[in-house]
């Protein structure tokens, strides 16, 4: 299997969104996982607007060319993941079913805006809502 490129976005500003994503690992075999932080202008989060994916709503895993976005994104990320230490072992039998991502995502999401709201983190609004600044 070729390497691809893996990169993996979101908000770095949610204590929570931020610990999940310095834990999570991928096989060696897929490449290297890059983290991008959301708030910062970049390509990805560009091509992340074009398509119409609200970054506050959900992280977006980007695997070669393709996009995975809120519940996919952290289904996939479980697939690709690597098995080594505790949290990765967890992180893959909670997510790896689609079913079970699909149901747990909003909730965690529900949790971050929570978070966010407490910590008066501003929205990245990367979609320019009007009036949606603030959590």
């Known amino acids: 299997m070729a390497r691809k490129e893996v990169l993996l976005i979101y908000d770095q500003e949610c204590p929570a969104c931020h610990a999940y994503c310095q834990v999570v690992n991928i096989r060696k075999s897929l490449g290297e996982l890059t983290i991008v932080d959301a708030r910062q202008p970049s390509k990805v989060m560009e091509e992340i607007t074009a398509q119409g994916l609200d970054i506050d709503q959900g992280m977006v895993l980007k695997l070669g060319d393709q996009l995975y976005y809120g519940a996919d994104a952290?289904?996939?990320?479980?697939?690709?993941?690597?098995?080594?230490?505790?949290?990765?072992?967890?992180?893959?039998?909670?997510?790896?079913?689609?079913q079970r991502s699909a149901v747990l995502y909003p909730i965690l999401r529900s949790l971050r805006n929570v978070l966010l709201k407490l910590l008066r983190k501003r929205k990245i609004n990367n979609l320019g809502a009007a009036g949606n600044d603030r959590f």
């Open 74 to 98: 952290i289904h996939a990320l479980a697939l690709i993941g690597s098995r080594s230490g505790f949290l990765n072992r967890i992180n893959y039998w909670v997510f790896s079913s689609k």
